[in-house]
């Protein structure tokens, strides 16, 4: 596994090749800013690019989709100080493929490794700020085989409710809320309830 180290404060970039490097991780390189992320990366092909979201030139974000637009496939980490909805919500929209906090460092190495096993990744309290993103209007999810019921409980869910929550507001047992649940994951070929709310916002 190789990783692109993006962050245009070179002590950062630095400090991070370090962390990464005593995690048992390889680094392909690190780079100082957005548009050498963008012009590089079809040299160095990382298989992870690990990048700030905040930087002098372009931001992470408009390098992250100049290159999801070439490679779809790309496993895009953003490590920022910034945890604002609105570039959770843009991150989430591109593809990213996790999105944590930098101060939150015992869990650099972990995530890196996880998004390159294919898993998304999104630090707690990231987490914690997706039902405050929701929107006023709910997405059509039937193009993903969702009937209506599924749709309500994938939102109720993406709302930060129990299982039990989401019994009493529906009126079902916890029994029906659960399989439901379960029908969702395999449906869209999801692992968790934190998977579920990230699809959902995704498509809002």
Known sequence: MKVLVVDDDRLVSSSLKTI????????AGTLNSGEQAAEQYETLRPDVLLMDIRMKDITGLEVAEAIL???PDA?????????????????????????ILKQDFESIVPSVKAVYLGQRVFGDEIVSRLPAMKGGAK???????????????????????????IAEKLFLSEGTVRNYISALLEKL??????????????HQ
């Open 20 to 27: 990464l490097e005593a995690g048992g991780v390889e680094v």
């Open 69 to 71: 637009k070439r490679h």
């Open 75 to 99: 496993k895009i980490l953003f490590l920022t100080t910034f945890s604002d909805d609105e570039y959770i919500a843009r991150a989430l929209q591109l593809g990213a493929k996790g999105y």
């Open 139 to 165: 997405p059509d999810l039937g193009e993903y085989g969702l009937n209506g019921r599924e749709q309500e409980l994938l939102t109720q869910v993406a709302s930060g409710l129990s299982n039990r929550e």
């Open 189 to 202: 070929g999801l692992r968790n309830r934190t998977q579920l709310a990230i699809f959902y916002y995704q």
